[in-house]
C-alpha cells in the first residue's frame, strides 16, 4: 500500500500531524510504502488527484483524505483497505 501525504513547507498542521500519521501507517501495514510530498514540488499531480487544502493523503494513488483527518479515522480506513487487499 502506497500512502502519499501532501504537505507544504511551513505548514505547522502538516508538521504537528506527520508522526502521529506515520505511525499509524506503519502499525497497520507493516510494509506500506509512506511517501511525503511537498505540494510545491508536486502541483502538478496534486491537482490531478484534487488536493486542495493541506495536509491532504491519498491511498494508492487516489485521494481519501481532501483535508487532515483524525489519526483514528486514518488508521480505520487503512486497516479496512488493508484486509479488502488481503482477501483480494
Known amino acids: 500500500m502506497k500512502i502519499e501525504l501532501?504537505?507544504?513547507?511551513?505548514?505547522?498542521?502538516?508538521?504537528?500531524?506527520?508522526?502521529?500519521?506515520?505511525?499509524?501507517a506503519s502499525e497497520h501495514v507493516p510494509d506500506v510504502e509512506?511517501?511525503?510530498?511537498?505540494?510545491?514540488?508536486?502541483?502538478?499531480y496534486a491537482v490531478d488527484l484534487g488536493v486542495l487544502t493541506l495536509p491532504a493523503i491519498a491511498i494508492d494513488g487516489v485521494l481519501e483524505f481532501p483535508s487532515l483527518p483524525k489519526v483514528k479515522q486514518f488508521a480505520d480506513a487503512i486497516a479496512r483497505k488493508a484486509a479488502s487487499l488481503e482477501r483480494s
Open 6 to 24: 501532501f504537505y507544504a513547507p511551513g505548514c505547522d498542521k502538516c508538521a504537528a500531524n506527520r508522526e502521529n500519521l506515520k505511525a499509524a
Open 34 to 44: 509512506w511517501c511525503e510530498l511537498n505540494v510545491l514540488d508536486h502541483m502538478e
